[in-house]
């Protein structure tokens, strides 16, 4: 699993030539040291280690939005991510202990081992100890009822900071279900899958219906996100092969959608000093390319076929069908939203009439071009051939589906080879 | 009663002094009668040396005598063993006693450089306490550069009563050290140089509400010998396991034993500073000069928990049934009270005031545990949280307002201290974060070790309760962070005085403490602690082979 998720790091690294201009070393720092603890953060094998990353990481990012960031309300909305990411990983750290007390150590191999302590405790308290670790997971996500850090934070931040916070931070969360939630507490997932499945499906249609309404641009893709974050949940808890496979691939997909989003919406307020919807319009008649690369990332958003965020969508959707047919075709009703707040948004600043100050707007420069390419590049190759992505993701989702499925759940050592 | 108490006070050794010289351990005793020798000095110091080196002698007296005490403790680890009492088993030495005062003397030294620290040839200390504030007389005192030096001797008996408060092994012990410690103290809080009439009346509450608390733990030392028939803690663990002294066969002695916790808790409870006895903390931290609220919060801290910690899991570590439920509550008290009234402070040292007391309450849930981890747990809690609070406040001796060159208290003018001093900022916001305990400080590990232990005891919904008041916590500490670095100062904003060598020093060595404790706590959990003990033994096996030695009494 980290394996795949490096590459999103490594687009930490690509966007680092964006911000020259607002962000001075201070803030490049910042990115390195959160890099670091990113890598901690999927590598980690050990519960413990897993906190201090998971929990570390917040101040680096504390700081990019509070000190870099835009607008008057940038402090508020650190705040406001600092606590909430604080209080979820304190309840995650009383099940953390809970875990060592019970389990006698921190190592997850140990741990989710089926005929280790932990395994052995009763079914409450696994539960609770699910709960513990999985509200921690569901802030970070974010899922709908505590979701609201997020576009305050994003909408606050600089967009560098965005595509950092909803591509990669983001991922922690989602990877913390699929990997922590589900292999140590096996017993408790069955018991918790209908709750999660509506939430999740909540978060699709509240964030869709949320991004729908936004005026600004920041805001409603990070409002998109949460959206997308349902799915992903969804797949996770879905618990069939296929479901996984498609929220794990939908996780690196995610990355690359939603941080071009990001990256293009940030050289459109380079360029106007706004992210207001209103303030812009026609913008494809003088700047063309920036429109194009805006749509391709915009119809990624909304998985078309043929782009990469599509193959993990409909992954998703068929898992979910397998796994209950009610939520997959409720789900399915969310990507129509998804379409509406996509095309509306691309509507309402590309085409029609150009204003006055938009005249001279400059298309993408060649390092903007650079920033954007890889990324797109990617979408449209991964959306034609995502096999590469799913040989890596495969086994580790078999070994995950295999646990709460109560089986005896591991494991030839070649598929926890593959995945380390 | 009391005539009582006092008669027997007298012959805590069963066998009578009288019979036989006591025998006395000079070289484990060495350490209190260093520290005992310089206050001594100190004030003779006071009376006879030349009035224009009388500063510099003091300090190089107070320094040379906590240097050697830290010295002679440290030497004494390898040779104590598996503990021992001493001077007719009214002192234990064992390696919690031990690391309690060496952590007591590093602190205190270090709290003497902010002590000794001057800004403009001035200290923090009032020209002429006794003088009337504002008055002409203090005026002549100040222009002519008057200054106490008394200061130091009165440092070094505190400290002196606080070696002794966690170390003790008999009540009576226990109570004149408590006085000790706290008698120098009241004195020290009323010495500020600016705001006098505020440092006066902190003085004042100190002195009446510690004196209250003094007279509770008296009489529950009454209590408690009524029911034991002695104040030694080795003889009372024994009297609470058989279920009092031999009067009390028909079992009717279990009232005297409630009140006598319960009493003796209070005291104890106060200098700690846990919920319904905290009321004191605030006042007395914004009101005491600076150097000395450092003092309390670091040293005080670690005595006063070094005791309670003593005397539950001592002589009172088999009546758990008792405590444990007093304790649940004033830790939930404590936690989740200081907590939310903190979040509307403005004044930075009421808010570390605040803080400390919601720490307390963290410690206290692992003295609820009452295991060997809980002990090891609160031990390092102590020894992380004072160097962070040490540094804390030194940073909060050089924000100054511009005008007067005082001390700025009132948080909103922080605004933009980050920018105008960022290194200073930088130190403060890894404390406060250590205080929140994020990760990779010293805070974090401290309150994973507290609330493993507690979780390891069962009590598992005081850590939730611990949990969310961290979260609560972690507000208030952030805001400073949020005030220091995102937002302008509006009009006149801080000025930073220059930080002198001293100052300097000690935010250096609490930022190497915060950043190594949380790092690389290992080395430190291993080697110090007591937790080389394998699985939940009753604390009492660590800390009191006490037992043992007054068993063969």
């Known amino acids: 699993m980290s394996v795949i998720l490096v590459p999103l790091v490594v687009l930490a690294a690509w966007r680092e030539h964006d911000d020259r201009d607002d962000g001075g070393r201070g803030y490049f720092a910042l990115i390195l040291a959160l890099e670091a603890m990113m890598i901690g953060v999927f590598a980690a094998t050990d519960v413990f280690l897993f906190y201090v990353f998971f929990e570390a990481m917040l101040i680096p990012v504390y700081f990019m939005i509070g000190r870099y960031g835009r607008g008057a309300d940038r402090a508020k909305a650190a705040m406001k991510f600092l606590l909430y990411s604080l209080a979820g990983g304190l309840i995650m750290l009383v099940a953390v202990i809970g875990v060592y007390v019970i389990g006698g150590t921190f190592l997850w191999t140990e741990l989710t081992d089926p005929g280790g302590a932990l395994a052995a405790v009763d079914p409450a308290t696994a539960r609770w100890l699910f709960l513990g670790f999985f509200i921690a997971f569901a802030i970070k996500a974010p899922m709908w009822p505590v979701h609201t850090w997020l576009p305050s934070a994003a909408g606050s931040s600089s967009p560098g900071t965005a595509v950092l916070l909803v591509g990669v931070l983001d991922k922690v969360g989602t990877y913390g279900m699929l990997r922590y939630c589900l292999e140590m507490f096996p017993a408790a997932v069955s018991w918790f899958v209908w709750p999660v499945v509506a939430l999740s499906l909540v978060s699709i249609f509240y964030g869709a219906i949320l991004a729908i309404g936004q005026s600004d641009m920041m805001r409603l893709v990070a409002y998109t996100s949460v959206s997308h974050f349902g799915f992903i949940t969804l797949g996770i808890f879905a618990l069939t092969e296929q479901a996984q496979a498609g929220a794990a691939l939908y996780m690196v997909n995610h990355g690359f959608a939603t941080g071009a989003l990001f990256l293009i919406v940030g050289f459109l307020i380079a360029r106007r000093g706004s992210a207001r919807i209103e303030d812009y319009g026609g913008v494809q008649k003088v700047a063309p390319k920036l429109a194009g690369v805006f749509l391709i990332a915009g119809l990624a958003g909304l998985a078309l076929p043929g782009l990469a965020p599509f193959v993990s969508e409909f992954l998703v959707f068929v898992g979910v069908y397998a796994f209950s047919p009610v939520p997959a075709v409720i789900a399915a009703l969310g990507v129509v939203l998804a379409a509406l707040y996509i095309l509306w948004m691309y509507q309402r600043t590309m085409t029609g009439p150009t204003p006055e100050k938009l005249s001279a707007l400059p298309d993408l420069s060649g390092r903007e071009t650079w920033a954007v390419a890889p990324l797109i590049a990617l979408i449209i190759a991964f959306g034609v051939y995502p096999q590469p992505l799913l040989n890596v993701i495969n086994p580790a989702v078999e070994r995950t589906v295999e646990a709460p499925a109560d089986e005896v759940a591991v494991a030839d050592g070649d598929a926890e080879g593959d995945e380390e | ?553």
């Open chain 2, 1 to 553: 009663m009391i005539p009582l108490n006092l008669a027997d006070g007298a012959p805590p050794a069963l066998h009578g002094v009288t019979e036989a010289p006591p025998v006395l351990d000079w070289w484990l005793l060495a350490p209190f009668l260093v520290l005992f020798g310089a206050g001594v000095l100190g004030v003779l110091l006071e009376a006879f040396w030349p009035k224009g080196s009388r500063r510099t002698a003091q300090i190089a007296l107070a320094a040379a005598a906590l240097l050697g005490t830290f010295l002679l403790l440290v030497l004494q680890v390898e040779a104590v063993g598996d503990g021992t009492t001493i001077a007719n088993g009214v002192l234990a030495v064992d390696r919690t006693v031990l690391f309690f005062q060496g952590t007591i003397t590093v602190l205190a030294l270090i709290s003497l450089m902010l002590i000794a620290e001057r800004r403009d040839g001035r200290d923090a200390f009032s020209a002429q306490a006794a003088t009337v504030p504002g008055s002409e007389e203090e005026r002549t005192h100040i222009l002519a550069g008057s200054q106490h030096t008394e200061v130091y001797p009165l440092v070094l008996f505190a400290v002196l009563g606080m070696l002794m408060f966690p170390a003790s092994n008999d009540f009576l012990v226990m109570f004149i050290a408590l006085e000790v410690m706290s008698l120098p103290l009241y004195l020290l809080c009323g010495l500020a140089r600016r705001r006098r009439l505020f440092s006066q009346e902190a003085a004042v509450k100190y002195f009446l509400l510690g004196a209250f608390s003094s007279a509770f733990f008296l009489f529950g030392i009454a209590m408690v010998y009524g029911y034991a028939g002695s104040v030694n803690f080795g003889v009372i663990r024994q009297a609470v396991e058989s279920g009092g002294a031999e009067i009390f066969q028909d079992g009717n002695g279990e009232p005297l034993l409630l009140m006598g916790v319960g009493l003796v808790a209070i005291g104890l409870l106060f200098k700690v500073g846990a919920v319904p006895f905290h009321n004191w903390k605030p006042d007395v931290y914004q009101g005491a000069p600076t150097p000395i609220t450092a003092l309390m919060a670091s040293c005080t801290l670690v005595a006063a928990f070094g005791a309670l910690l003593r005397v539950f899991f001592v002589p009172f570590g088999t009546s758990a049934a008792i405590w444990e439920p007093m304790l649940w509550t004033v830790a939930i008290l404590t936690m989740v009270v200081a907590a939310i009234v903190a979040v509307t402070q403005r004044d930075v040292k009421r808010l570390l005031a605040y803080s400390s007391v919601v720490h307390a309450g963290f410690i206290l849930t692992a003295v609820v545990a009452g295991s060997v981890e809980g002990l090891a747990g609160a031990m390092f809690y102590l020894a992380a949280y004072g160097f962070t609070t040490l540094g804390a406040f030194a940073v909060v001796t050089l924000v100054r307002t511009r005008d007067g060159g005082q001390e700025l208290g009132d948080l909103d003018r922080w605004a933009g201290l980050g920018r105008r001093s960022p290194g200073l900022a930088l130190a403060l916001s890894l404390f406060l974060l250590a205080f929140a305990g994020i990760p990779l400080t010293s805070g974090f590990i401290g309150k994973f070790a507290v609330f493993e232990a507690a979780v390891a005891a069962g009590a598992t919904p005081l850590v939730v309760i611990g949990v969310l008041s961290s979260a609560v916590t972690a507000y208030f500490y952030v805001r400073i962070i949020v005030v220091m670095f995102f937002r302008e100062s509006e009009g006149e904003g801080p000025t930073v005085a220059r930080a002198g060598v001293l100052t300097g020093s000690v935010i250096t060595v609490g930022v190497a403490a915060t950043l190594a404790l949380g790092i690389l706590p290992g080395a430190f959990l291993d080697t110090l602690l007591p937790s080389g003990e394998p699985g939940q033994e009753p604390a009492a096996v660590m800390v009191g082979q006490v037992t043992e030695v007054s068993a063969d009494e």
